[in-house]
């Protein structure tokens, strides 16, 4: 049982670039995100998906993009990477988006923007 | 104000003491509040949750919900050196939010 999934797991890149950070899920859940974690501002929400092809901005989505063609994967993508973008990144899901539905952590993906 | 408090620490407590961890909101709509330990380079894990006004127990966990003063806590009973964690505190509202967490070490 994988569950949730996350690739890379440390990721140098440089200023600029482009960079994928890849989430797959096996448990079949609804909800998708996508958070930040840095020092003085604890987890962040980037994006969520309640469902393949719908997607929705969180508190700090700018510079990011997502997509969800499948149920099972929910890709995050920095299109011009900034050093302000260096942190840790989690995906999570959740089996449905009500308020009292448990979100599951992926093992994270560390990014360093030189 | 941010959505969700919680003190930093770091809150050092003796190994069998009762650790005490405390969060503020300020959405009054939030329904559903959480608890996640995250050990360090680790992801966070649910703990507990609680939706109800008053205490919810499990195991050695306790979390206590106030929502008139907007407020949720979580104790610690008989703490472990293995309980030596940072503890963030999640409120869902119109959407999820969490504190900074609170750093805790158990000396044993």
């Known amino acids: 049982d994988a569950g949730i999934t996350q690739s890379p797991r440390y990721k140098i890149t440089e200023t600029g670039r482009q960079v994928t950070l890849m989430c797959h899920q096996t448990?079949?859940?609804?909800?998708m995100f996508w958070y930040r974690q840095d020092l003085g501002h604890g987890l962040r929400l980037i994006y969520y998906?309640?469902?393949?092809?719908?997607?929705d901005k969180g508190e700090v989505p700018d510079g990011y993009v997502v997509s969800r063609s499948k149920t099972e994967n929910f890709p995050l993508t920095l299109e011009s990477a900034t050093r302000s973008q260096t942190s840790v990144y989690f995906c999570?899901?959740?089996?449905?988006?009500?308020?009292?539905?448990?979100?599951?952590f992926g093992p994270g993906t560390r990014l360093l923007v030189l | 104000q941010k959505e969700v408090e919680q003190n930093s620490g770091p809150l050092s407590v003796p190994e069998g003491a009762i650790a005490s961890l405390n969060c503020t909101y300020s959405?009054?709509?939030?329904?559903?509040f959480f608890w996640y330990r995250q050990y360090s380079g680790k992801s966070p894990e649910l703990i507990m949750f609680?939706?109800?006004?008053g205490d919810k127990e499990d195991g050695r966990f306790t979390a206590q919900l106030n929502k008139a003063s907007q407020y949720v806590s979580l104790l610690i009973r008989d703490s472990q050196p293995s309980d030596s964690a940072t503890y963030l505190c999640?409120?869902?509202?119109?959407?999820?939010?969490f504190g900074t967490g609170t750093s805790l070490t158990v000396i044993p």
């Open positions: 999570a899901s959740s089996e449905s988006g009500g308020g009292q539905e448990t979100q599951y």
């Open positions: 448990w079949s859940h609804s909800y």
């Open positions: 998906s309640a469902a393949a092809d719908i997607t």
């Open positions: 959405d009054r709509g939030s329904q559903s």
């Open positions: 609680i939706y109800s006004n």
């Open positions: 999640a409120v869902n509202g119109n959407q999820f939010y």
